[in-house]
């Protein structure tokens, strides 16, 4: 497969045709979405087109096992605000789309995974030192973020917050794989590169 590489930058699939394809192999956090929204918004300049019926369509690859929440979030508006220029975005998971990754699948207007690939869905964490009042405050800010994912997930999705919670209640990580996501809880919209077994 070519690629392109830029010093640290996301890898740029060369493009095809029609779709130009971006890879997501990072931890998420404040430095690699800065990178990564950055790489998303100058292609969008050169490949909107002169209306919403022109803009060029892209995929994003991922295969992360996540990391900070609110970073995720970031990401998620971008592929909202790509969305609303006139991109079709696809996002697909290869290997993992963990954490924070699931609820950024849950953006794109196509959600696909590998046939081998799993989701991870846990609860929110938090570092949270200091003193007690402020331990509360963020304890109170973690559950709200947890709230706000959750909801993310289950927009588009069979999942209920109920069945969720259920799930990772206890600190447990809850992994799907990819035909589970696909056909009991509708988080993603098709499978990719499955193969019929061999006669």
Not at 7 to 21: E, K
Not at 61 to 67: K, R
Not at 108 to 127: K, M, N, T, Y
Request: charged letters at 25%; one cysteine or more.
């Amino acid at each position: 497969m070519n690629a392109e590489q830029n010093s640290g930058r996301p890898t740029v699939l060369l493009p095809d045709r029609d779709t130009t394809n971006f890879l997501f192999y990072r931890q998420v956090n404040q430095d690699s979405i800065n990178d990564f929204t950055i790489t998303l918004e100058n292609w969008s300049l050169n490949n909107r087109g002169a209306d919403e019926a022109a803009a060029k369509p892209l995929r994003i690859q991922l295969n992360t096992g996540g990391g900070n929440i609110v970073d995720g979030l970031a990401l998620v508006e971008t592929i909202k605000r790509l969305r609303g220029i006139g991109h079709k975005v696809t996002v697909a998971a290869y290997g993992r789309a963990g954490s924070c990754a699931a609820f950024i699948l849950q953006a794109a207007d196509v959600r696909v995974i590998g046939s081998e690939s799993w989701l991870l869905i846990h609860e929110a964490s938090s570092a949270c030192n200091g003193p007690l009042s402020a331990m509360k405050r963020e304890v109170k800010r973690t559950q709200e973020l947890q709230e706000q994912t959750i909801e993310l997930l289950c927009r588009r999705s069979r999942l209920t917050r109920k069945q969720i919670l259920r799930k990772i209640s206890n600190g447990a990580d809850w992994w799907i794989r990819a035909q589970t996501a696909l056909k009991e809880h509708e988080l993603v919209d098709l499978i990719e590169l499955e193969m019929e077994p061999r006669q």
